[in-house]
C-alpha cells in the first residue's frame, strides 16, 4: 500500500522567492513519484516524475524535485517564484505494475508580487 | 494533438437520478483512469481500465458507480440514483501503456452536482 502526505496546504511566497513544497511518501513496494500541477476549474498537468536512476529531477517552469529514499521524501522547489506558478500542486506515488496513482491533499501555492 | 477530452464539463442533478459521465482518452492509449477530487476526500482512484477490461475496480465507493470501455477507447461512468455525496470533479485520465511510469494525461474533468 502506499500514502503520501504533503506538509502545508497552503504556502505563500513573494515573487523571486525560493518555493519550497513538501511531500513524503510510504510505500511497500520501490515508488514511482510524481507532481502534478492543477490550476483552477484545469485537469491535472503533470510538472515531473521520478522512476529509476538519477534522483534529481528536472520538471517544466523550472521545478526540480529529489527523490530521498532515506527520508522517504521528494520535495518540490523552484529557485525563483512566478505570478503565474500561483496553483495547487499534488504530490503521488504509485508502486504497482500499473499507474494507480494515490495522491497527497494537495498545496495550495500563492505567489505575493 | 488533441487531450482527454471529458463530457458534460458541468452536470447539475437531483437526488436519486442517474447520471453518465464521458471520457475520450488520447487516441492510442491503452490505459484509461477515473479519479475523483471532492473537498473532504481530496483525489481518489475510483477504477483502472486495460483495453475493454477493468482489473482494478477497487477505488468504486459503491454498486451504484459502473465504468465501461469500448473498443479501447471511450469510457462511460454511469451512477445510479445520485446523492448528495456524490457531487465532486470526476476526472479522467489515460496513459500510453499503463505500467506506473507511464505519465498520465488528464482530462479537464466534469463538475457533479447533486442537488
Known amino acids: 500500500a502506499q500514502s503520501v502526505t504533503q506538509l502545508g496546504s497552503h504556502v505563500s511566497v513573494s515573487e523571486g522567492a525560493l518555493v519550497l513544497l513538501r511531500c513524503n511518501y510510504s510505500s511497500s513496494v520501490p515508488p514511482y513519484l510524481f507532481w502534478y500541477v492543477q490550476y483552477p476549474n484545469q485537469g491535472l498537468q503533470l510538472l515531473l516524475k521520478y522512476t529509476t536512476g538519477a534522483t534529481l529531477v528536472k520538471g517544466i517552469n523550472g521545478f526540480e524535485a529529489e527523490f530521498k529514499k532515506s527520508e522517504t521524501s521528494f520535495h518540490l522547489t523552484k529557485p525563483s517564484a512566478h505570478m503565474s506558478d500561483a496553483a495547487e500542486y499534488f504530490c503521488?506515488?504509485?508502486?504497482?505494475?500499473?499507474?494507480?496513482?494515490?495522491f497527497g491533499q494537495g498545496t495550495i501555492l500563492t505567489v505575493h508580487p | 494533438g488533441a487531450g482527454v477530452s471529458q463530457s458534460p464539463s458541468n452536470k447539475v442533478t437531483e437526488k436519486g437520478k442517474d447520471v453518465e459521465l464521458r471520457c475520450d482518452p488520447i487516441s492510442g492509449h491503452t490505459a484509461l483512469y477515473w479519479y475523483r477530487q471532492s473537498l473532504g476526500q481530496g483525489l481518489e482512484f475510483l477504477i483502472y481500465?486495460?483495453?475493454?477490461?477493468?482489473?482494478?475496480k477497487s477505488g468504486l465507493p459503491s454498486d451504484r458507480f459502473s465504468a465501461e470501455r469500448t473498443g479501447g477507447s471511450v469510457s462511460t461512468l454511469t451512477i445510479q440514483r445520485t446523492q448528495q455525496e456524490d457531487s465532486a470533479v470526476y476526472l479522467c485520465?489515460?496513459?500510453?501503456?499503463?505500467?506506473?511510469?507511464?505519465?498520465?494525461?488528464f482530462g479537464p474533468g466534469t463538475r457533479l452536482t447533486v442537488l
Open positions: 485520465a489515460s496513459s500510453l501503456e499503463g505500467p506506473g511510469t507511464d505519465t498520465q494525461y
Open positions: 481500465f486495460q483495453g475493454n477490461s477493468a482489473p482494478d
Open positions: 503521488a506515488v504509485t508502486g504497482t505494475s500499473y499507474g494507480k496513482l494515490t
